[in-house]
């Protein structure tokens, strides 16, 4: 009885606790989930009335917990589609508020002992539909290409397959993870391995040079590469909401918008949109 009595009252004072607190869920993004962690755990300290609960599970899975009121922000590595607008109209009336929060230069990882250097979106194109199956057909060793990418809830699944991949199905072949740490160090054991994902997690593997076509120069996802539009593969990386924020979610944002909050952005690998 004594037991039960003190777990009741801790449960109590943990309910008192959360009451006295402003609580913030975030939800979506994996490529987004370090970045969301720092922001929110920077902006905590400043704000210990506020609590920031971060969670991942792809950009897909962030929009629906949006869509379903599970989640007060969601994180986003793709645009919203229609067909999920129209959701989000049918049942709040609205189209939702997208923001963008930082620019990624979408990388793409192989092994530090490829010595592949650089690829075109064609090459790309063609790896990951499987076309070209073999690594000496774009300049490395007689070697089998494994391919490794996000599995479909991913917006970087999605943004590949639409911007690289022009629509068209991933092979078969390739291997889905469920984040883009997972497809990093898949890579980083696999010499015969190409992935792809944020270029903040771009540790332990190299990160190729990308060109728009094979006459033109290559180009590494680099600060100033994607801040000049050089880089063929940038992306918008995104917040959404289901109504333009108030209160304490408007301050968070405007936080995040700011010269501080863009800052993290920078330490965390991705790139500032101011």
């Known amino acids: 009885m004594k037991k039960i009595s ?3 009252l801790f449960a109590i004072a943990l309910l008192g606790f959360y009451q006295s ?6 939800k ?3 490529t987004m989930i370090i ?3 720092r922001w929110a755990e920077e902006y905590m300290n400043k704000n210990p009335n506020v609590i920031i609960q971060v969670t991942g599970g792809g950009s897909g899975t962030g929009i629906s917990a949006l869509i379903n009121g599970t989640t007060d922000i969601c994180n986003a590595s793709r645009p919203m589609k229609p067909s999920e607008k129209d959701k989000l109209k049918q049942r709040y009336n609205t189209l939702g ?3 963008k929060v930082a620019k990624d230069g979408l990388a793409i990882y192989v092994n530090e002992a490829n010595p592949v250097q650089e690829l075109s979106l064609r ?6 539909t499987g076309k070209i199956t073999n690594w000496k057909d774009v300049g490395g060793t007689d070697s089998k290409i494994i391919l490794y990418g996000r599995e479909n809830n991913s917006g970087t699944y999605v943004y590949f397959k639409d911007h690289v991949l022009k629509g068209e199905d991933y092979s078969s072949t390739m291997q889905s993870l469920p984040g883009t740490a997972a497809v990093v160090n898949a890579v980083a054991k696999d010499k015969n391995g190409i992935g792809y994902g944020g270029a903040a997690y771009g540790k332990g593997i190299r990160e190729l040079k990308v060109k728009e ?3 033109s120069p290559a180009y590494a996802p680099t600060n100033e590469n994607v801040k000049e539009g050089k880089y063929p593969i940038t992306r918008y990386l995104y917040i959404y909401l289901r109504s333009r924020p108030s ?3 408007k301050e968070y944002i405007d936080w995040i918008l700011s010269p501080e909050g863009q800052a993290i952005v920078s330490k965390v690998g991705y790139f500032p949109i101011k």
């Open 28 to 30: 979506g993004s994996d």
């Open 213 to 215: 076509n094979d006459n």
């Open 123 to 128: 090459q790309l194109k063609d790896i990951y």
């Open 247 to 249: 209160g304490t979610i």
């Open 21 to 26: 607190k402003q609580v913030i869920t975030v």
């Open 6 to 8: 003190i777990l009741v």
């Open 97 to 99: 508020v997208e923001i």
């Open 35 to 37: 970045l969301a962690q």
